[in-house]
């Protein structure tokens, strides 16, 4: 077996409009019934997340607040991998009316046009801090916290490798988890930019199209789509 985990974004890759597909959720416990692993790597709070996610137990693992904590939802432990941000910093934004504004515990997001503000609020206090963007969301974590650190400190807890996982995912704070895994993947409805980066892309969008990314795994562990894609950028 190449590989053995997958790891997948929420928002816009295995949920469409924050919802877990029941067909998605059957293809997952599919996935893990065959020994597999999987793992949800999410720039979502949480507490949001659990909110509107009844199957979070579907996963072995989450990471989330893009790569700063991780969660197992068999035990409820939650595993902090970077500083909690600032009060002062989340007092001044809230202050400069950047709203809607969800904090977690070190992250903090809001939507365009606000990344003016927060740049502005970053540098004003000489914080080491970075700006990631999701799209039109706008995320705010300590420098050197993303999705690929954070899938690395989950892949050492499970005793997997990078090698052995395929990435899934469609908007620009993806890009480094698919690129640092052993398949990086796209969904029909991904970013441009992460469908030139990605070493398979799908065509079905969102859940559509990482049921068809598992039923690929489960059939021969991806060898006919990677032969296939490379058969395409050779020709």
Known sequence: MRFRVLAA?????????????????????????SGRRALLVTGRVLDELLDICDDVDVFDLAVVENGALIYNPATGKQRLLAPTLPRRFIAALQAHGVTPLSVGRAICSTWEPYESVVVRTIHEMELDLQIV????????LPASVNKATGLIAALDTLGETAEATVAVGDAENDLVMLGMAGCGVAVGNALASVKQRADLVMEGRAGEGVRELIDQILADDLSSALSRASHRRAG
């Open 9 to 33: 974004d929420y928002d816009g890759t295995v949920a469409s409009q924050g919802i877990l597909a029941p067909e998605t959720v059957e293809s997952l416990y599919r996935l893990r019934e």
């Open 133 to 140: 963007f999701n799209k039109h969301s706008v995320m705010v």
